[in-house]
């Protein structure tokens, strides 16, 4: 089974600038999930969708940040204008289903540095 | 306030040892507790999961949860050096929220 493949890898910014991440999950998994992780720390929950929609973007700075899955499977990060607190991996997730005991599977990351 | 509280937020351990971390929820409304490990540079993966009373036992690893107080601990026993790594728990709702919380780093040193 393929695991959820996101690209870049790596995304050295100045400020302002603007960037896009992308994420494919797992074929089957209509839950997908994306994560702001700062160093150290645990994953801070930015957007989630089932399907095509935006189930939860309370988190999402939204003047700046965006995100969407048209088509229900590949799904698009943006930043628009990045600042140097946006300094972080953002990782995407998939699930199967809304059950509350469908396990996560995670993308390798995007390790962004905004200078 | 963070809603899932792990601790200790460091912890060393001798190579062979045992490792226990703590996780508990502030939040009511949660019914499964998930334990991921993510080593350094790597994305989180799944060790382990609960949501009965009692304990769970996978190899060197036991998870124990008590539902009233919402909390759950991990133990490692024989600890290795491939276990060092940022121990991340979750709580979930059944309308699927996950709540994560900040992490426990393991060091474990030979």
């Known amino acids: 089974e393929a695991g959820v493949t996101q690209s870049p890898r790596y995304a050295v910014l100045q400020e302002g600038q603007a960037v896009s991440f992308w994420c494919d999950p797992i074929s089957g998994h209509d839950t997908l999930y994306w994560y702001q992780q700062p160093r150290d720390q645990g994953p801070q929950l930015l957007v989630y969708f089932r399907d095509e929609a935006v189930i939860d973007n309370s988190q999402l700075p939204s003047d700046r940040f965006s995100a969407v899955r048209p088509k229900g499977t590949n799904s698009t990060l943006k930043i628009q204008s990045a600042k140097q607190g946006d300094t972080a991996t953002y990782l995407c997730?998939?699930?199967?289903?809304?059950?509350?005991?469908?396990?996560?599977?995670f993308g390798h990351g995007t390790k962004l540095s905004v200078l | 306030q963070q809603k899932v509280q792990q601790s200790p937020e460091s912890l060393i351990v001798p190579e062979g040892g045992m490792a226990s971390l703590n996780c508990t929820s502030s939040d009511r409304n949660v019914d499964y507790f998930w334990w991921y490990r993510q080593h350094s540079g790597k994305s989180p993966k799944m060790l382990m999961s609960i949501f009965s009373n009692g304990e769970k036992e996978e190899g060197r690893f036991t998870v124990h949860l008590n539902k009233a107080s919402l909390h759950t601990s991990l133990h490692i026993r024989d600890s290795q050096p491939s276990d060092s790594a940022l121990y991340l728990c979750a709580a979930s709702k059944s309308n699927y929220q996950l709540i994560w919380g900040s992490g426990t780093k393991l060091i474990i040193k030979p």
């Open positions: 997730a998939s699930s199967r289903g809304q059950l509350s005991n469908e396990r996560l599977f």
